[in-house]
């Protein structure tokens, strides 16, 4: 059975974001991830496998093992999607400020 996995749904996991965070700065084997979590190593696999399906991670054979690379572009593009979502936050939040000065002035 294929599943297709959601990039947003494998970010939700607050296990899955550290694996993301640790890679982020240097790729590392899947033991060296592992040991970083409380939790069993196929738990730390099965998070693998998500990014890696979701392409938010690059696996690279070396020798025996394999290397995890955070991919950019994928990271990119989840930026570019969330990116509209802050712009029009930023600016209801200045409003909001913008609003909040000339009230407390007033006083």
Known sequence: MN????????IADPTRRAIL????????????I?????TARP???K??????EC????????GRE??????????????DFIEPFRTLWDDRFNKLESIMKKY????
Do not use: C, W
């Open 21 to 32: 965070l640790l890679v982020a700065s240097q790729s590392m084997t899947a033991g060296a």
């Open 66 to 79: 394999i290397h995890y690379h955070l991919n950019p572009q994928k990271l990119k593009e989840i930026a």
């Open 43 to 45: 738990t730390v696999s």
């Open 3 to 10: 599943l297709r996995r959601d990039v947003f749904q494998a």
């Open 34 to 38: 592992a040991s970083n979590f409380d």
């Open 55 to 62: 392409e938010l991670l690059k696996p690279e054979q070396n």
């Open 47 to 52: 998070h693998l496998q998500i990014l890696t």
């Open 104 to 107: 407390q002035s007033k006083q």
